[in-house]
């Protein structure tokens, strides 16, 4: 039997989630123990993703279990969505990146900004995983600024014909369809963005892996060369308009990340905690020291801290009325909050927080991804910055 | 195929047991209860059974207070069919729980009642069987091994050093144990679905019975384990303690 994990509820947030939300929280953590943990740490080394998880994934329904039923989604709240997110992240932030783009960045926008024809095509073959997405915007020149992008589409007799280069795009070589965005109009104008779903067996679609990194490892990261890709006027996303759908899209995945960063901290968290009880130095536990103690207090405050604004993040975005900005700031701070845990458990864990065999590196590392993509720490600083002075500093 | 499955909600084998103030009891205050992970394989085999069949009818009973429905609930996100909550504040004695079970399920014409060899909570392994004997039914406990056909359960049972086979005409009742089967997950979607499926309540009153708990105890705590090494060269030293120190070899 795998491990179990019982999670960290120190504040009996347990008691302010439903039923449901208990049971869907439930159901993603024994998965991720029998399933995930049992193999994460060799793919990670193997630098791969794990594709045979795709077809449980979706057979449990973890992909845009947010979207309705009618499209073979689950049909959740955001909160059990959040939960989803969490889960699947206390296991490796690299599935639960795979699941945040089919989820939220490949489904959200079919959905969202697509036709009905589109919507019915697409998200239950999505859902099911019988089609695996990824989502182009960021372009080597143009990360933290998309709306400079130069990707471009021009119409051209009943169809479009889109050129451009798109890189870090997770999910880029497993998919089978992309949703790009591109300008429709002039370079300068980011109001001529629009979003295309693109087959990536089309002629002029080339996906290339990025090769040499050191984070989210078993994750699935490429490059994307579209040269002279045609694609009929069926492709685009209809209701798609400006550089605001994009960020729309980034919205719904920062959501998931701010509940994927408490489950990342979580796993640091117990890993610390056991480990500390266990190791004997100078004659007693290393637990028993304040230094340690002091590590895991801090650890602690700070994921209680992030698990109850997130819940209520949650609880707006179910209501409807949560801002961008306040997805921003759970972003940066439970990311951040994750990455500062991580760090603290692997030192904690003294030379054996360096191997693959433990998790806390393994977060540590690809947590400064998720630190970097979804709108740097930096830009969610500057956004929130904005927001209260009114001022627009990037 | 018209399945039955006795559930009962039982505390998380994680769960840290703290003995209530009667000395009697478990304190239940912040312990996450869970469906009793025997009765999952009962679930589990009900669903397969019923699936290749094709047709049928899965329902689940439980005997206990309200919030037994979500124990129910989590057999039904598993694809139960529907439910039956038999209220009650509970008993200990599994006799007399035995007899609520057995007055509610005959005459229902189930071809298969399936129970958990036991609950993980006070490890009686009594219930399955002697609804079993009140019902008038064949009974095969601990399975391991389960085929039916031709109106005909065969199962197999580990026994000390081997497996016995054994067979009976259905109806029948079984007690399941690990390695039956691996239960499902509830899928997103069956936890949505389980909140739209029926779920009866009835309540029932249990006699008063003659078996009483007289006292829990937690077994001592345990010494911390100690590491002597890894790999081949902690052998000698392993062998060394295991002679010298704890006696065992
Ligand atoms: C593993 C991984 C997966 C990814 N997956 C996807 C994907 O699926 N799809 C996709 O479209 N993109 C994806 N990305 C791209 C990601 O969103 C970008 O890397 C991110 O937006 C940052 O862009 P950049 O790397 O070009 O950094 P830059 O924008 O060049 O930033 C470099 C540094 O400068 C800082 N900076 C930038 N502008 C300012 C400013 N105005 N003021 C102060 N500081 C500033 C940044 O905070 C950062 O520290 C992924 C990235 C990674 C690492």
Redesign the interface.
Known sequence: MAN?F?GVDFY?MDSLLS??ER??RD?VR??VDEQLMPIIGDAYVEGKFPEQLIPQMA????YG?NLP?RYGC???NNV?YGL?MQELERGDSGIRSFASVQGALVMYPIHEFGSDEQRDHWLPRLASGEDIGCFGLTEPDYGSNPAGLITTAREDGDGWVLNGTKMWITNGSQASVAIIWAKTGEISDPASIRGFIVPTDTTGFAARDQKGKLSLRASDTSELILEDVRVPASALLPKSSGVKSPLMCLTQARYGIAWGGIGAAMACFEESVSYSQ?R?MFDR?IAQTQLQQERLANMLTEITKAQFMTLQLGRLKDAGTMTPFQVSLAKRNNVNMATECAREARRLLGANGILAEYNSMRHMANLESVYTYEGTHDMHTLILGQKITGLSAF | MKLAVCLKRVPDT?AKIVIGSDGASIDET?V?FVPNPFDEFAIEAAIALKEAAGDGETVVYSLGGDASK?TI??AL?MGIDRGVLLQTAGSQDGLEIAKALAAELKDQDFDLILFGKLAVDNYNYQVGPMTAELLGLPCITSLAHLSVADGKVEGEREIEGGMETSTCQLPAVLTCDKGLNTPR?????G??AA?KKPLEEKPVELGAGTFEVLGLELPPERK??KIVGEGADAVPELVNLLRNEAKAI
């Open positions: 179990k019982s009996d039923e449901e049971a869907v159901t024994t998965w057979e449990l329904g973890f279990a039923e689950a049909g959740l059990s989803i266990n004997i536990p | 994680t912040g996450k979500e609930r989590t996100a997950l509830p899928s997103l979607k936890i949505m909140k911390a384990g």
